[in-house]
Nanobody, 115 residues
């Protein structure tokens, strides 16, 4: 069974940075697209960024220029570098794997941006 485990969340002040990691097990990771989503209280889950198997990236307008998604296929891990964080970035962040017609989600990691 595919497992996705996120880490790296926490409390950070506005303007600060965090790096999220999502480790993936039990598949040939390099073949598949990955993504990061987030869900704030009372809101729907929304796309943050995606990265293809060929490392092409896509970002939500709200994070362009501030967040960077990357992958290390040797470590079966996808990252989300978040800079210039704002209070509105506060949410639970989830990684997502597209495996053919199946989709897998991690358990989520909380990011709180507050002074």
């Amino acid at each position: 069974q595919v497992q996705l485990v996120e880490s790296g969340g926490g409390l950070v002040q506005p303007g600060g940075s965090l790096r999220l990691s999502c480790a993936c097990s039990r598949i040939r990771f390099s073949r598949y697209a990955m993504g990061w989503y987030r869900q704030a209280p009372g809101k729907e889950r929304e796309l943050v960024a995606t990265i293809s198997s060929g490392a092409s990236t896509n970002y939500a307008d709200s994070v362009k220029g501030r967040f960077t998604i990357s992958r290390d296929n040797a470590k079966n891990t996808v990252y989300l570098q978040m800079n210039s964080l704002k209070p509105e970035d506060t949410a639970v962040y989830y990684c997502k794997l597209w495996l053919g017609s199946y989709v897998y989600w991690g358990q989520g990691t909380q990011v709180t941006v507050s002074s």
